[in-house]
């Protein structure tokens, strides 16, 4: 396509700017809206699987990224009780000869300032903060976005990427309810130095009982052990990322666990320590309405038991980039990255949701994971920069 396109985008999440950075390298001109006042330091660890990561390549900040990134020779899954092996899941190089590259671990706010920095390297002025859409509209050829602080902007693109509450795709779609699934999550970040020397053996842990998972491994260059742990509830009323959570809550909740556990979760210092709700949409099967389309969890919402919320994500953007790049115009490169997408983004959503019983299992001593269930649902072995668009 000829690239006098100019593409607006709601939403500077991971990915919001990876978005952006894949359209500013199919020569589009690109403004991203994010309604928070500043691009914060929220968030905790993410994973990146060879998958995304061969994403951050087509997107050229796989260096940068990597200097951030810890990557585990292996993960081990244990009991939550006896602290048993149930699985050893091999990380490592294997994966690079296999996939093209390996599978990381990221703090969330070192992924998103490496794409914001990439971004702005492009563009100083590509990233728009203090910007909460409430509305577009759209015509033949223009698509305009109107602001709650009264501005408004104009383009020939849209992309909402506002994340699992998208604004945008009740607009586009018509509302819907975002629904709370009836799991909780806490994220908490401890300094290494707090953590016993064998509970890091190996860094990369999973532990999984009744109800009740926690996943750890190290970020920030090893200095934190970050930790996600995950319970079922019955009701939830708050809404947000970062609602301050209490220790005592989160011990409450592992109580009889493995010491490895335990000492884990009482050794976060209290302002590291958040939960939110997982929440569900429905997946849609069209993401394109004239001149605007969904990306990431604006789309398509998915529980985090495959790792994969950002990287499907990353994958949404470098599929979008590619299609812009080789349409000969707007609708046809839309079309193209639906289509590429929308099956893709279903089955993970659903293997996503089938992970829960395995991972907050009651009988524990059941769990089999001979090859690793990511790589042997052939997750990984899509390749986002080659795939068709
Ligand atoms: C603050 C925050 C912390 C997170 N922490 C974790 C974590 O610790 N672990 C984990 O697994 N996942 C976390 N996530 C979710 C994870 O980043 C996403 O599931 C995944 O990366 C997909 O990204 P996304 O860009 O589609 O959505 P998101 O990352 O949710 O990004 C959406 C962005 O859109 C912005 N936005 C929303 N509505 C509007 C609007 N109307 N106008 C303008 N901007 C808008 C939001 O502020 C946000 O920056 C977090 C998300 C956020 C926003």
Request: charged fraction near 20%; glycine fraction near 10%.
């Amino acid at each position: 396509m000829s690239h006098d396109c100019d593409v607006l985008i709601v939403g500077a999440g991971i990915g919001g700017l990876a978005a952006a950075l894949a359209l500013q390298r199919a020569g589009c001109k690109v403004r991203v809206f994010e309604q928070s006042p500043e691009l914060g330091e929220v968030g905790a660890g993410l994973s990146v699987s060879p998958n995304g990561a061969l994403g951050l390549q087509a997107l050229g900040v796989i260096d940068a990224f990597r200097a951030k990134a810890y990557a585990p020779e292996y993960q081990c899954v244990r009991h939550f009780a006896t602290g048993r092996i149930l699985a050893h899941v091999p990380r490592g190089d294997r994966l690079t000869k296999e996939y093209g590259d390996r599978y990381y671990v990221i703090h969330r706010a070192d992924l998103h300032a490496v794409l914001a920095g990439a971004v702005r390297a492009n563009d100083a002025t590509a990233i728009v903060t203090d910007h909460r859409a409430s509305d577009l509209v759209q015509d033949d050829s223009r698509v305009s976005v109107r602001f709650e602080n009264g501005n408004t902007a104009e383009g020939k693109l849209l992309i909402a990427a506002d994340g699992v509450r998208s604004r945008m795709r009740n607009v586009l779609f018509g509302a819907e309810e975002v629904r709370f699934t009836g799991y909780v999550a806490w994220r908490g970040l401890v300094p290494i130095e707090r953590v016993p020397g064998d509970a890091l053996d190996p860094p990369s842990q999973v532990w999984i009982g009744p109800g009740h998972m926690i996943n750890r491994y190290p970020v920030a260059g090893g200095k934190l052990l970050n930790f996600v742990a995950f319970a079922e509830r019955s009701g939830w009323e708050e809404e947000g990322w970062n609602i301050p959570a209490k220790v005592s809550e989160l011990n409450a909740e592992f109580a009889g666990w493995h010491p490895h556990v335990t000492t884990i979760v009482e050794n976060v210092p209290e302002d590291k320590l958040f939960k939110w709700a997982l929440c569900a949409r429905s997946a849609l099967m069209r993401w394109v309405k004239g001149r605007a389309a969904l990306l990431g969890d604006a789309a398509h919402p998915l529980l985090p038991y495959l790792g994969q919320g950002a990287v499907m994500a990353i994958e949404d953007a470098v599929l979008l980039g590619r299609a812009v790049a080789a349409a000969e115009d707007m609708s046809r490169a839309l079309a193209r990255y639906e289509a590429a997408r929308v099956g893709r983004a279903r089955l993970v959503v659903e293997q996503s949701t089938l992970m829960v019983a395995r991972f907050h299992s009651s009988d524990p001593d059941s769990f089999r994971h001979d090859v690793p269930v990511d790589e042997s649902l052939g997750l990984f072995a899509y390749d986002p920069g080659t795939v068709p668009v």
